[in-house]
Nanobody, 126 residues
Framework: QVQLVESGGGLVQAGGSLRLSCAAS????????IAWFRQAPGKEREFVAA????????SYTDSVKGRFIISRDNPKNTVDLQVNSLKPEDTAVYYC???????????????????WGQGTQVTVSS
């Protein structure tokens, strides 16, 4: 089983940037498809971005395209999410999740991911 720990969240003004990091332990992250999800108060958890095991393919939800960038460093066992041009509606707890199947098309549904971190809070002030 892989364990995931997120970091990098914080309070930032609208238009600002953060770099979220997901560190894996227990197993090599290269064996997993990785995604980021977020959950705002009173809302369902939603897909943000995903990356294939090799990093050759990424996908994003429409609301973050052009602003967020997902990347991975398999030797370092980490997956990062660079979040730019932040908006108040980006405020949420951000989670990374792992799926132990190597696919060229990461699924955007939370139920497809078996391992989750504890989350990191991102708060964007207007």
């Amino acid at each position: 089983q892989v364990q995931l720990v997120e970091s990098g969240g914080g309070l930032v003004q609208a238009g600002g940037s953060l770099r979220l990091s997901c560190a894996a332990s227990g197993r090599a992250i290269s064996s997993y498809t990785i995604a980021w999800f977020r959950q705002a108060p009173g809302k369902e958890r939603e897909f943000v971005a995903a990356i294939t095991w090799s990093g050759s393919s990424t996908s994003y939800t429409d609301s973050v395209k052009g602003r967020f960038i997902i990347s991975r460093d398999n030797p370092k066992n980490t997956v990062d999410l660079q979040v730019n041009s932040l908006k108040p509606e980006d405020t949420a707890v951000y989670y990374c999740a792992a799926r132990p199947f190597l696919t060229s098309s990461p699924p955007p549904r939370a139920s497809a991911y078996t391992n989750w971190g504890q989350g990191t809070q991102v708060t964007v002030s207007s």
